[in-house]
């Protein structure tokens, strides 16, 4: 069992900049592959950018070249910088745990911060 709790989420102005942060409690972090994903009113939770375990990357085409997911093993936290944010970035953020093993797949979810970007 993986607790996740998100925060660094805020009011920004577009072109600003705002750092992400999910903390993680409860289990060995290092094997799982965190990941970011965002939900806006009216729309689908999609996936933003996801970091596995080794450090490979992956990116929405949204937000290559403005955000970037990184990870600190030792402190349990992956982080998400967010640079020229865009009114389309508004969204509540979500961290994600995944973890395979075998046949079974293991995912959890933080409660989320919102992340609002308007002049």
């Known amino acids: 069992q993986v607790q996740l709790v998100e925060s660094g989420g805020g009011l920004v102005q577009p072109g600003g900049s705002l750092r992400l942060s999910c903390a993680a409690s409860g289990s060995i972090f290092s094997p799982y592959a965190m990941g970011w994903y965002r939900q806006a009113p009216g729309k689908q939770r999609e996936l933003v950018a996801t970091i596995a375990n080794g450090g490979n990357t992956n990116y929405a085409n949204s937000v290559k070249g403005r955000f970037t997911i990184s990870r600190d093993n030792a402190k349990n936290t992956v982080y998400l910088q967010m640079n020229s944010l865009k009114p389309e970035d508004t969204a509540v953020y979500y961290c994600?745990?995944?973890?395979?093993?075998?046949?079974?797949?293991?995912?959890?979810w933080g409660q989320g911060t919102q992340v609002t970007v308007s002049s």
């Open positions: 994600n745990a995944h973890l395979v093993i075998g046949i079974a797949a293991y995912d959890y």
